[in-house]
């Protein structure tokens, strides 16, 4: 990558005012402030617009234009931050498992991140919707570590690691994943299939998804629910356009594209 990334702007973005270096409490910091200002969405794969992972494209639109984006697009921008601060970091992809039997056979399209801090390997990943680590794992297995959002762990078999978290008492796998580095071209060609295939989620759902001090938001289409960290789940059907517009804006905190494929196509979810 030529294009340098404007640390400051990032850090003022996600409301980071300490001083940046490379250790565990900063790490643990910048994931959940990171997590909590930038919110999860999918808006341009849903209206028919690029998702480019150029990082000058990622900056623009995920620190400059208020806007979110998905786990490309948030974990390439985070670990380039990292990266700026100091941090040793390493791109690894995943093969989720939500919603899926755990022996599922899935394609790689998820992002995360193992960072190294003087030898001892920790996992972050700022991209993963609704249970998106607002922490910071250590990569050890049966072992259940607490985040600022509920509690994960790791399981390991036979070179494989599986994330999962603990909802409403049950764990739960998000993902399978190995330590084997990946490149640009590995995330491309994935993005590609997310951002403009028929068939992908992505293109045929409106997701938005942001941790806040108190509660884990979520939005799919018109359902949108609220999940308080350690009580009840409040869930509700947007029933107008306005809403889910006022909705996306004043909960998510997104800054709406402008373009004139939102309103039918926020419509048509009606």
């Not at 960072?115 to 072992?143: H, I, N, W």
Request: aromatic share 8%; with cysteine.
């Amino acid at each position: 990558m030529t294009h340098a990334l404007n640390l400051n702007a990032y850090l003022a973005r996600i409301g980071y005012s300490g001083s940046p270096e490379a250790s565990l409490p900063v790490l643990r910091t910048l994931a959940l402030h990171h997590a909590q200002a930038i919110p999860f969405e999918n808006l341009n794969p849903f209206l028919g617009l690029p998702v480019s992972l150029s990082l000058a494209d990622v900056e623009r639109k995920l620190v400059h234009e208020g806007r979110g984006g998905y786990c490309f697009e948030q974990n390439l921008l985070f670990g380039q931050a990292l990266r700026g601060i100091g941090f040793d970091v390493t791109d690894l992809a995943a093969r989720v498992l939500w919603t899926q039997p755990d022996d599922a056979k899935t394609a790689r399209t998820h992002m995360l991140l193992a960072v190294d801090l003087g030898g001892e390997p920790y996992l972050v990943d700022v991209g993963f919707g609704g249970q998106t680590l607002t922490g910071v794992l250590r990569l050890q297995a049966d072992m259940p570590q607490a985040t600022p959002h509920g509690d994960f762990r790791l399981l390991r078999d036979d070179g494989q690691w599986r994330m999962q978290s603990r909802i409403q008492g049950e764990w739960r796998s998000l993902y399978r994943f190995d330590l084997s580095p990946q490149y640009a071209v590995d995330y491309e060609i994935t993005n590609y299939y997310l951002s403009t295939h028929p068939r992908s989620h992505f293109t045929q759902n409106l997701i938005a998804a942001r941790p806040t001090p108190l509660a884990r938001l979520a939005l799919q289409n018109r359902d949108y629910a609220v999940h308080a960290i350690g009580g009840e789940s409040t869930r509700r059907r947007l029933e107008s356009t306005r809403e889910i517009l006022q909705v996306l804006a004043d909960d998510f905190g997104i800054v709406l594209p402008d373009t004139p494929t939102l309103i039918a196509r926020l419509d048509a979810l009606l």
